[in-house]
């Protein structure tokens, strides 16, 4: 058995393709949602043509803070050390799937532990080399490759960064976010959302962008310059959202006519808005992934990225660097490329055929 386990909204686009893949090829899975993020959950789901999960382990309002995760991760290690065959199963066997850098990624491979399960990590070997930037996703990622059995790395380099672990190693060329863009672009997407005129989005949630006081009135000066610019689409998480209004600049955005605060939105519904933006302004790696694919020029508000994707092409890496800042919204027409083309083998049959090998307890 294969077992799927998501908490977030954005492991879900990643391992969407994964699933849809599991689905058309006839493999039973089991789909547990440790429940982080839950607001427009079901709708995603709807939009991969994807069932229900088949075990929710937290019913509550989304994550948005540390002591909340804290918390969370403990309650839910409780439940499953006295109830992991309501978990996975009356017999417990297979491999367990985990993605990305998240707590529920950690959280998915002690459960998979805890359970005497495999565990293989999705979009594994990703490093900043960094213990604390970013926090606490790189600390996550190190947690994590030591506790998987299998880690599905999306290139070479990450292959690389991962060589002295024991753990498998299997290259699956690309990010699965590769595989999402590619249904996305191959469907009909709504409209009526999307500006008539220039618009550029900003997507911001990290840890050390919206926690401290000081950095977060940075990164909204610097928006509010960018939007004398090119009008802006803030789309709020809602972490960054709390943040704002307890700091009192969610008003102070709210008042500037150049800037339009909108709520998250479903996958396909933000893909439609990415596809026709002059620009992106993130600190996001799954962001960066998406507009390397697409060729949206992409501003990256961080110090470094653990990701190469669409670095010395169509995204700038600023270092808070007001002169890069300036340099890149004047000329982001310069960094828009043709769409990427994908070749070879997508990286959800790799991981698919993998994991199946791993679950019936094959050679690895």
Not at 2 to 25: C, D, F, S
Not at 164 to 191: F, H, S, W, Y
Not at 234 to 239: E, T, V, W
Request: a positive charge; charged letters at 25%.
């Amino acid at each position: 058995m294969i077992h799927v386990v998501l908490g977030t909204k954005a492991q879900l686009v990643k391992m969407a393709p994964v699933m849809v893949r599991l689905r058309e090829r006839g493999v039973p899975y089991r789909f547990i949602h440790t429940g982080q993020h839950r607001e427009t959950m079901s709708e995603m789901l709807d939009e991969f043509a994807l069932r229900p999960p088949d075990v929710t382990l937290y019913a509550g309002r989304d994550i948005v803070s540390l002591p909340q995760m804290a918390a969370w991760l403990v309650r839910i290690l409780l439940r499953c050390w006295v109830s992991r065959r309501e978990i996975f199963g009356p017999e417990p066997a297979g491999l367990v799937l985990v993605h990305g850098d998240t707590f529920s990624t950690l959280l998915g491979a002690l459960m998979g532990r805890v359970a005497g399960l495999r565990v293989g990590h999705v979009e594994s070997g990703l490093r900043s080399f960094h213990l604390f930037h970013p926090f606490p996703e790189e600390i996550t990622r190190l947690l994590t490759f030591r506790l998987s059995h299998v880690l599905y790395c999306p290139g070479a380099w990450a292959v690389a960064n991962v060589a002295k672990l024991r753990a498998q190693r299997v290259d699956t060329g690309a990010n699965t976010l590769a595989d999402t863009v590619a249904l996305a672009a191959g469907r009909p997407l709504r409209q009526d959302h999307v500006p008539n005129g220039p618009f550029a989005i900003v997507s911001l949630h990290r840890y050390e962008n919206i926690f401290r006081r000081e950095r977060l009135e940075e990164v909204v000066a610097i928006v509010e310059e960018i939007a004398v610019e090119t009008p802006c689409l803030f789309i709020l998480h809602p972490p960054t959202e709390t943040q704002l209004r307890r700091t009192g600049l969610h008003a102070r955005l709210a008042a500037n006519p150049r800037i339009e605060l909108r709520p998250r939105y479903t996958y396909f519904d933000f893909f439609a808005l990415l596809q026709r933006a002059d620009f992106i302004v993130t600190d996001g790696g799954s962001i960066q992934e998406e507009s390397s694919y697409l060729g949206v020029p992409c501003l990256l508000l961080r110090r470094a990225t653990e990701r190469e994707e669409g670095l010395g092409a169509n995204v700038v890496l600023s270092n808070y660097d007001r002169e890069v800042i300036r340099s890149f919204v004047r000329g982001f027409a310069e960094y828009r490329k043709p769409l990427a083309a994908t070749a070879g083998e997508r990286p959800s049959d790799i991981i698919v055929d993998s994991a199946l090998r791993v679950a019936a307890g094959a050679p690895r």
